[in-house]
């Protein structure tokens, strides 16, 4: 490796510099202090894990997500966490094993071996909250409504949540009898949205009501005007679609009550995520950004794995992301002291004084010329705080 070399990053692997890597620090600890607020105990999972418990449960597209690396003391295979969801709801399940509703919120760097997109970064720091034990519609608004008032409160502006539920797709794919090379292809051109390819696809099958249902999904996205039209183009399919329709009506009722200032589109044919979703399936957009700000859904069969099967809803977003939307911010000016006051009792009350009530006090050192607007001197037997307006910048 030349030396020109030798600070080269790989793709996606980026460091975090003053002052975003600031910013981003002061939104984690706001986002924790809100999900703390609503009751969500902050975990903090492993960064790596054995594979088989990393895995179980989540799903092919995670696997290939996973950088993989040995475990030199037990032989054993281990993954890097590529997304902290499994990994709480295996802590649920094994770990925790508590009755009733239980509500958990972590922060944690993630790393994936490619990004979602081109420019993405391959170490996001996901943030985000999960809720086991609850079966029904008010804790996916819950978790909908936690994600929505996070993301607003980080400055999201002209935000547009996308609904969908990918337990109308299982559905009618386990009432039509499709050959299983033609159901992982259906899976393939719907989570890729190549969705002119459909009719090629499913023609052979065509006669049966449940294929000419999927067909239809591609066609149902939009405004909530889309669930009208579902209720047409699917009159007839399996009660549990005609259900999940139902849920995504009084969603869509509530959020827009909620939150008038937030666009809704519904996308029924929607497969996003990595494969453990089971319901409903939503993504948080802003015009701004080519890729989802935050991600969630439905996923009640997860823990089943790991001997407690319980109903599960969440959400993650990535931080990195996220404060890369806010105005830059300006760290406040500090205020500067002479070392020397470290050997001064009264000067080295002040300073920590000082610190406590929230300002940045650094020391000149030795042969540091003094500067800064704000300056701790030494005058008439005591120190004071100045301001010098030639240093105050413009
Ligand atoms: N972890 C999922 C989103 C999610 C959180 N909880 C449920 N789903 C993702 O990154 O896509």
């Given at each position: 490796?030349?030396?020109?070399?030798?600070?080269?990053?790989?793709?996606?692997?980026?460091?975090?510099?003053?002052?975003?890597?600031?910013?981003?620090?002061?939104?984690?600890?706001?986002?924790?202090?809100?999900?703390?607020?609503?009751?969500?105990?902050?975990?903090?999972?492993?960064?790596?894990?054995?594979?088989?418990?990393?895995?179980?449960?989540?799903?092919?597209?995670?696997?290939?997500?996973?950088?993989?690396?040995?475990?030199?003391?037990?032989?054993?295979?281990?993954?890097?966490?590529?997304?902290?969801?499994?990994?709480?709801?295996?802590?649920?399940?094994?770990?925790?094993?508590?009755?009733?509703?239980?509500?958990?919120?972590?922060?944690?760097?993630?790393?994936?071996?490619?990004?979602?997109?081109?420019?993405?970064?391959?170490?996001?720091?996901?943030?985000?909250?999960?809720?086991?034990?609850?079966?029904?519609?008010?804790?996916?608004?819950?978790?909908?409504?936690?994600?929505?008032?996070?993301?607003?409160?980080?400055?999201?502006?002209?935000?547009?949540?996308?609904?969908?539920?990918?337990?109308?797709?299982?559905?009618?794919?386990?009432?039509?009898?499709?050959?299983?090379?033609?159901?992982?292809?259906?899976?393939?051109?719907?989570?890729?949205?190549?969705?002119?390819?459909?009719?090629?696809?499913?023609?052979?099958?065509?006669?049966?009501?449940?294929?000419?249902?999927?067909?239809?999904?591609?066609?149902?996205?939009?405004g909530p005007e889309v669930l009208a039209?579902?209720?047409?183009?699917?009159?007839?399919?399996?009660?549990?679609?005609?259900?999940?329709?139902?849920?995504?009506?009084?969603?869509?009722?509530?959020?827009?009550?909620?939150?008038?200032?937030?666009?809704?589109?519904?996308?029924?044919?929607?497969?996003?995520?990595?494969?453990?979703?089971?319901?409903?399936?939503?993504?948080?957009?802003?015009?701004?950004?080519?890729?989802?700000?935050?991600?969630?859904?439905?996923?009640?069969?997860?823990?089943?794995?790991?001997?407690?099967?319980?109903?599960?809803?969440?959400?993650?977003?990535?931080?990195?992301?996220?404060?890369?939307?806010?105005?830059?911010?300006?760290?406040?000016?500090?205020?500067?002291?002479?070392?020397?006051?470290?050997?001064?009792?009264?000067?080295?009350?002040?300073?920590?004084?000082?610190?406590?009530?929230?300002?940045?006090?650094?020391?000149?050192?030795?042969?540091?010329?003094?500067?800064?607007?704000?300056?701790?001197?030494?005058?008439?037997?005591?120190?004071?705080?100045?301001?010098?307006?030639?240093e105050v910048q413009a």
């Amino acid at each position: 490796m030349s030396l020109a070399d030798s600070w080269l990053l790989p793709d996606g692997m980026g460091e975090v510099l003053p002052p975003q890597a600031r910013q981003i620090e002061n939104l984690r600890r706001q986002l924790l202090d809100v999900f703390h607020s609503w009751g969500y105990d902050l975990v903090l999972p492993p960064k790596v894990e054995f594979l088989e418990s990393l895995l179980t449960g989540a799903g092919h597209d995670l696997d290939l997500q996973t950088f993989k690396v040995m475990d030199q003391l037990t032989g054993r295979m281990m993954g890097v966490s590529a997304d902290v969801t499994p990994q709480v709801a295996r802590m649920d399940a094994h770990s925790m094993r508590q009755q009733g509703v239980t509500r958990f919120c972590y922060s944690s760097e993630v790393l994936r071996t490619h990004a979602d997109n081109l420019l993405g970064s391959r170490s996001p720091i996901q943030i985000g909250a999960e809720m086991f034990g609850h079966a029904g519609l008010q804790s996916d608004l819950e978790i909908l409504s936690l994600m929505t008032d996070s993301l607003l409160l980080a400055g999201a502006e002209q935000l547009c949540l996308d609904l969908g539920h990918v337990g109308i797709y299982r559905a009618l794919l386990s009432a039509a009898s499709l050959p299983s090379e033609t159901q992982a292809e259906l899976f393939d051109l719907l989570q890729h949205k190549r969705l002119d390819e459909l009719p090629a696809l499913l023609a052979p099958w065509q006669d049966q009501p449940a294929v000419a249902w999927l067909q239809g999904l591609s066609q149902l996205n939009g405004g909530p005007e889309v669930l009208a039209r579902a209720r047409q183009v699917l009159s007839g399919a399996p009660e549990s679609v005609i259900t999940a329709i139902d849920e995504l009506e009084a969603l869509v009722q509530a959020l827009s009550a909620a939150y008038p200032q937030v666009q809704l589109y519904l996308d029924l044919s929607e497969l996003r995520g990595f494969h453990y979703h089971t319901g409903l399936v939503f993504a948080a957009y802003v015009p701004q950004l080519g890729q989802a700000l935050a991600k969630g859904g439905r996923y009640d069969d997860i823990g089943r794995a790991f001997g407690r099967a319980r109903p599960a809803t969440g959400f993650s977003t990535d931080l990195k992301i996220l404060a890369s939307l806010q105005a830059e911010c300006h760290l406040a000016t500090p205020i500067y002291a002479p070392a020397s006051i470290l050997t001064d009792a009264a000067g080295r009350a002040q300073v920590s004084q000082l610190r406590r009530q929230g300002e940045r006090v650094i020391l000149t050192l030795p042969d540091e010329a003094e500067h800064g607007a704000r300056r701790l001197v030494w005058q008439e037997g005591q120190w004071m705080l100045q301001t010098f307006e030639s240093e105050v910048q413009a």
